[in-house]
């Protein structure tokens, strides 16, 4: 990747395209730390640091400030971070699956893809305001363990006009990430919206290293078991990152076979090729799904704060990460989205038809039924390796900070994942890029 990097940089056309989505990133962090008027900023990072020590990670808010770097916990501009946009190419997915009009618009061509990306777009700003104003009320009705609000202003007009401006801080916020990520695949190097949700997980590295060096410091104060977990945690974190790299290019190849033809006085086809089936089909979609889903009751506690010892204190603490119960769940809900995210992306009946439709043919497996039902056990097959993959890897912080009593490293495998993935991408596109421009055609 590093010298796919230095190639690409010896291009000046390529050169101002990593410059540009540099500066962008750039812009992204610095509205990261903006905050928005009319909060108490002392009093929000005293009760962040209080949710923090007592498991804010676990949440559906510490979910949502990984991914913004920071920002959601310090109520910045961009504290909605990318993911209104995330889950509004989610939807949008779901949508174009399950409503028919939806459906044809996406089948035709670039017309049809510029509108449903403009509908994207709307949703993501409706689902910024829903976000937002759920933010605000959050932070209206807390106060810090000093007993101060958070909120200047609880009352009367003050307290309308500042809901107004906090708010449409926010959502104006997410409609400028969503911008920059499209200047960045206009301008820049492309993968835009990957590449600021990449950036926002990698400014928490220092957080997660700070985390370590903590940990290292517990040693020299006689719990000397930490010299052994500190480096083991390194290890096994550059070990899932090798990991993560193979199966995201690993991949079922099924063999095709065309039938040849003439066509006038020309013979077409007879030729052999493969249809490649990726093992993370799904990416990292289903860890995403299950995460968020399993961090509702999580965050539903930070709200309502039920008396110690009740029977509702005991619900939600079976949700905990550390819980057996957490990590059953977890595991069943990968498998289930993995399988579901499949379904709704390939379709075996029609990569058949369009088989047949062509003269192409898989060895042995008669064309129509027979392929579709071979398609589809080689993708449920494949969907459960991959699936086995991403519970593993999701698991591991998990099973590990419950081993070794190391909690609060931010770093889970659904961030371990996304980086590596849009790493992985961002050197691909780099090494398309410089392919076309020393394709020389032709003529030579």
């Not at 962040?48 to 109520?75: C, H, I, K, P, R």
């Amino acid at each position: 990747m590093f010298k796919t990097i230095r190639n690409a940089w010896s291009i000046p056309d390529l050169r101002k395209k990593i410059l540009f989505t540099l500066l962008i990133v750039v812009i992204f962090r610095i509205g990261s730390v903006i905050p928005v008027p009319f909060l108490n900023m002392d009093a929000l990072a005293n009760l962040m640091n209080t949710a923090q020590n007592s498991g804010m990670d676990e949440t559906l808010v510490g979910y949502l400030n990984t991914l913004s770097g920071g920002a959601f916990s310090n109520a910045t501009i961009f504290a909605m971070g990318i993911t209104p946009y995330i889950n509004s190419s989610i939807i949008m997915q779901l949508l174009c699956v399950a409503i028919p009009p939806l459906e044809r618009l996406s089948k035709e061509g670039e017309e049809g893809r510029k509108k449903i990306a403009a509908i994207t777009r709307y949703v993501t700003v409706g689902l910024g305001l829903i976000q937002g104003t759920a933010y605000f009320i959050f932070l209206l009705n807390q106060k810090d363990s000093n007993g101060t609000a958070i909120a200047q202003y609880t009352t009367g007009f003050s307290m309308w006009f500042s809901a107004f401006v906090i708010i449409f801080a926010f959502t104006a916020g997410t409609a400028l990430i969503m911008w920059l990520g499209e200047q960045i695949n206009k301008n820049g190097i492309g993968n835009g919206i990957s590449i600021l949700l990449f950036a926002g997980i990698i400014a928490r590295l220092p957080y997660t290293v700070n985390v370590l060096s903590q940990y290292w410091g517990f040693g020299a104060q006689g719990q000397t078991q930490f010299y052994v977990l500190v480096p083991l945690w390194i290890i096994l974190f550059l070990a899932v990152v090798w990991v993560i790299t193979f199966m995201q290019d690993a991949e079922r190849r099924i063999p095709i076979q065309y039938a040849k033809r003439v066509v006038g006085r020309k013979m077409y086809g007879g030729q052999s090729t493969h249809l490649p089936i990726k093992v993370a089909l799904g990416g990292v979609m289903p860890i995403i799904f299950a995460s968020s889903i399993l961090s509702i009751p999580s965050t539903i506690k930070l709200f309502v704060n039920p008396p110690e010892g009740s029977f509702w204190d005991g619900f939600f603490k079976a949700f905990q990460t550390s819980g057996w119960l957490y990590a059953v769940l977890y595991f069943v809900l990968i498998l289930a989205f993995a399988y579901f995210y499949t379904t709704i992306q390939y379709n075996p009946i029609e990569m058949a038809n369009n088989l047949k439709q062509n003269n192409g043919t898989i060895p042995g497996i008669r064309p129509g039924r027979p392929t579709s039902d071979f398609i589809a056990k080689i993708l449920s097959r494949i969907t459960l390796i991959g699936a086995l993959f991403l519970a593993v890897i999701a698991l591991l912080p998990i099973l590990y900070s419950d081993a070794t009593g190391m909690y609060g490293l931010s770093m889970g495998g659904t961030s371990v994942i996304i980086i590596v993935g849009v790493a992985l991408d961002t050197a691909k596109q780099l090494e398309s890029q410089m392919m076309m421009r020393h394709y020389k055609g032709f003529l030579d």
